[in-house]
């Protein structure tokens, strides 16, 4: 059974910073691209950024620049450093293992859906002066 466990949600003033991490059992991190999913209050599912098993990674315009996806194999655990933090990016953070559509020039595409792979339980980011 995969179990995948987000911690390092809070409250944070604009400008701050977070780590997230995700806590990921039952799979081999390091053959599974994973993915930061982010749900902002009354709106829909936004896919935020992507590792591939060749480390490379993914990022929404949106965050590009500010957030860094990475991961620990040995600890089968994921991150997502995210800096400057802006008050449109209080949301319901999510790790999952669902498939995008396709990714190129650094970004991925695809609609989320909890429906689809393995989702943690959300830790929730909120930016707010």
């Known amino acids: 059974e995969v179990q995948l466990v987000e911690s390092g949600g809070g409250f944070v003033q604009p400008g701050g910073s977070l780590r997230l991490s995700c806590e990921v059992s039952?799979?081999?991190?390091?053959?599974?691209?994973m993915n930061w999913v982010r749900q902002a209050p009354g709106k829909g599912l936004e896919w935020v950024s992507r590792i591939g098993t060749d480390s490379k990674t993914y990022y929404a315009d949106s965050v590009k620049g500010r957030f860094t996806i990475s991961r620990d194999d040995a600890q089968s655990t994921l991150y997502l450093q995210m800096n400057s933090l802006e008050t449109e990016d209080t949301a319901m953070y999510f790790c999952?293992?669902?498939?995008?559509?396709?990714?190129?020039?650094?970004?991925?595409?695809?609609?989320?859906?909890?429906?689809?792979?393995?989702w943690g339980q959300g830790t929730q980011v909120t930016v707010s002066s």
């Open positions: 999952t293992n669902w498939k995008v559509r396709y990714c190129t020039l650094g970004r991925c595409f695809g609609t989320p859906d909890r429906a689809s792979g393995d």
């Open positions: 039952g799979l081999t991190l390091s053959m599974t691209p």
